[in-house]
């Protein structure tokens, strides 16, 4: 089956300081990614949606200079939370479906983002 | 807009059947997707329903009425391992002029954490 990779797999830092968060598509290509935060006990709530090769689009109340999102080739796509405070600690998930597939997506192992 | 209900929680037993059931409302419905989720890990495909009747796969089933705006998962056999909360998604068709992504979208319920107890 298709593989999606997330990197890093978890993350400590700092209040202020930016924080980047790799998606990968090991063996498949995807012109669209998603970016879902999950914050504890509650569901996926998508962030913003990643083109490649254009703008990435937000949904509403997701602030897109907080949350820069880079869909540099069709394998990668980046999510920076920049500025990080701890009220952006999550759980952050990507998910990919595959160029042409219509009813599957398939999601990377997901980033634990703790902001001190 | 879209409004996805599925109970917080169930309790069953090993070995039992168990359904849950998810409703929603949405506009241009466009397929409704069940995922299982264990604590700390991303959320993994259990099935895929767009037309209406029952999709069978192995110890698991995925039922849906798209007139009552209903679906439901059910667990056969269930084992320790099947504790885990499962996840109700709708996908709708995308808003025209929009970027055409809005095809793969999809709008998650809360999910339903399931215990099994021996």
């Known amino acids: 089956g298709a593989v999606v990779s997330q990197h890093p797999s978890w993350v400590i830092c700092k209040s202020g300081t930016s924080v980047k968060i790799e998606c990968r598509s090991l063996?498949?290509?995807?012109?669209?990614m998603f970016w879902y935060r999950q914050f504890p006990k509650q569901s996926l709530m998508l962030m913003a949606t990643?083109?490649?090769?254009?703008?990435?689009?937000?949904e509403q109340g997701v602030e897109k200079d907080k949350f820069l999102i880079n869909h540099a080739s069709l394998t990668l796509s980046t999510l920076t939370v920049t500025s990080a405070h701890p009220e952006d600690s999550s759980f952050y998930i990507c998910?990919?479906?595959?160029?042409?597939?219509?009813?599957?997506?398939?999601f990377g192992p997901g980033t634990r983002l703790t902001v001190l | 807009g879209q409004n996805i209900d599925q109970p917080t929680e169930m309790t069953a037993t090993e070995g039992a059947i168990v359904q849950i059931n998810c409703t929603y409302q949405t506009s241009g419905f466009n397929g409704l997707f069940w995922y299982q989720q264990h604590a700390g890990e991303a959320p993994t495909f259990l099935s895929y329903n767009v037309l209406d009747g029952l999709e069978e796969k192995g110890r698991f089933s995925s039922f849906l009425s798209r007139s009552k705006g209903y679906s439901y998962l059910l667990l056969k056999e269930l084992q320790m391992k099947d504790s885990a909360s499962y996840l109700c998604?709708?996908?709708?068709?995308?808003?025209?002029?929009?970027?055409?992504?809005?095809?793969?979208?999809?709008?998650f319920g809360k999910g339903t954490k399931l215990s099994v107890i021996p």
């Open positions: 998910s990919a479906p595959p160029i042409g597939v219509h009813n599957e997506q398939f």
């Open positions: 990643s083109n490649e090769g254009s703008k990435a689009t937000y």
């Open positions: 063996d498949f290509q995807a012109t669209t």
């Open positions: 998604a709708v996908r709708s068709f995308p808003v025209p002029g929009g970027s055409g992504a809005g095809s793969y979208q999809l709008t």
